[in-house]
């Protein structure tokens, strides 16, 4: 009798031991599954980050209106949710529509973070004599596409450096890696997914808009989207 109870008992312990090695590891690779909390935001990036609509069909995106200094000094492309036809066909048929977002930190799109702005919609560049178009238009970022930080930048050359975003139905962004000053900002789409020359030399480190097209020829159908050199004179 007692043979069977101590069976009995070794059978429950064996069991019982089973079981909360089994809640052990189950509550291991849950904890192992969590991510850690990102790190606090860095206030420094609190501000007002103007960017550029641009679109292509239905689809839009922003980029970031980047300079040399704290916290603008970040080149950044996301993709825009987008329900507002009337936002759509202005950033379609316009050269250029800019935002104005209330102050908000960086970081979160820095971090690839879906996040919502409200921002002043301009057409034309909302510090140089834009126009007011929306007002307080709520903009849902969706999917970051591109991140550069200008904390050390490659030094102002004639040779030119453009990175590479692929978009829906094999379209490409390039968008120009920014020097040291004097350089410039510029975003073109690629309508044909081509392989092609997207390094080159200039006759100066800002070119005309034509001399970069010209070079960029094999690369098929393009349209020029957005071109800056203000904010980055010497």
């Given at each position: 009798?007692?043979?069977?109870?101590?069976?009995?008992?070794?059978?429950?312990?064996?069991?019982?031991?089973?079981?909360?090695?089994?809640?052990?590891?189950?509550?291991?690779?849950?904890?192992?599954?969590?991510?850690?909390?990102?790190?606090?935001?860095d206030?420094k990036?609190?501000?007002?980050?103007?960017?550029?609509l641009?679109?292509?069909?239905?689809?839009?995106?922003?980029?970031h209106?980047?300079?040399y200094?704290?916290?603008?000094?970040?080149q950044?492309?996301?993709?825009?949710?987008?329900?507002?036809?009337?936002?759509?066909?202005?950033?379609?048929?316009?050269?250029?529509?800019?935002?104005?977002?209330?102050?908000?930190?960086?970081?979160h799109?820095?971090?690839?973070?879906?996040?919502?702005v409200?921002?002043?919609v301009?057409?034309?560049?909302?510090?140089?004599?834009?126009?007011?178009?929306?007002?307080?238009?709520?903009?849902?970022?969706?999917?970051?596409?591109?991140?550069?930080?200008?904390?050390?930048?490659?030094?102002s050359?004639?040779?030119?450096?453009?990175?590479?975003?692929?978009?829906?139905?094999n379209?490409?962004?390039?968008?120009?890696?920014?020097?040291?000053?004097?350089?410039?900002?510029?975003?073109?789409?690629l309508?044909?997914?081509?392989?092609?020359?997207?390094?080159?030399?200039?006759?100066?480190?800002?070119?005309?808009?034509?001399?970069?097209?010209?070079?960029?020829?094999?690369?098929?159908?393009?349209?020029?989207?957005?071109?800056?050199?203000?904010?980055?004179?010497?």
């Amino acid at each position: 009798m007692w043979r069977h109870m101590n069976k009995s008992i070794a059978l429950i312990f064996v069991l019982f031991t089973m079981l909360l090695s089994a809640t052990f590891f189950s509550i291991a690779a849950t904890s192992a599954e969590e991510p850690a909390p990102p790190p606090p935001l860095d206030p420094k990036y609190m501000g007002i980050h103007g960017m550029v609509l641009v679109a292509n069909m239905s689809s839009m995106y922003a980029s970031h209106l980047p300079m040399y200094h704290e916290p603008h000094n970040v080149q950044l492309i996301y993709t825009i949710e987008n329900k507002n036809l009337s936002l759509m066909r202005l950033v379609l048929d316009a050269d250029l529509v800019t935002i104005k977002p209330k102050p908000f930190n960086l970081q979160h799109l820095m971090r690839g973070e879906k996040f919502t702005v409200v921002a002043d919609v301009y057409l034309g560049h909302f510090e140089r004599g834009g126009m007011p178009t929306f007002k307080d238009l709520p903009l849902n970022f969706e999917k970051q596409l591109y991140l550069r930080s200008l904390d050390d930048p490659e030094k102002s050359h004639i040779r030119h450096k453009y990175d590479t975003v692929d978009l829906p139905n094999n379209k490409r962004l390039l968008v120009h890696r920014i020097q040291t000053a004097p350089s410039y900002d510029q975003l073109i789409l690629l309508f044909d997914n081509v392989s092609c020359m997207t390094e080159f030399a200039t006759a100066t480190a800002v070119p005309s808009e034509s001399e970069i097209y010209h070079k960029l020829a094999f690369c098929g159908s393009m349209k020029p989207l957005y071109y800056e050199t203000y904010d980055f004179r010497q």
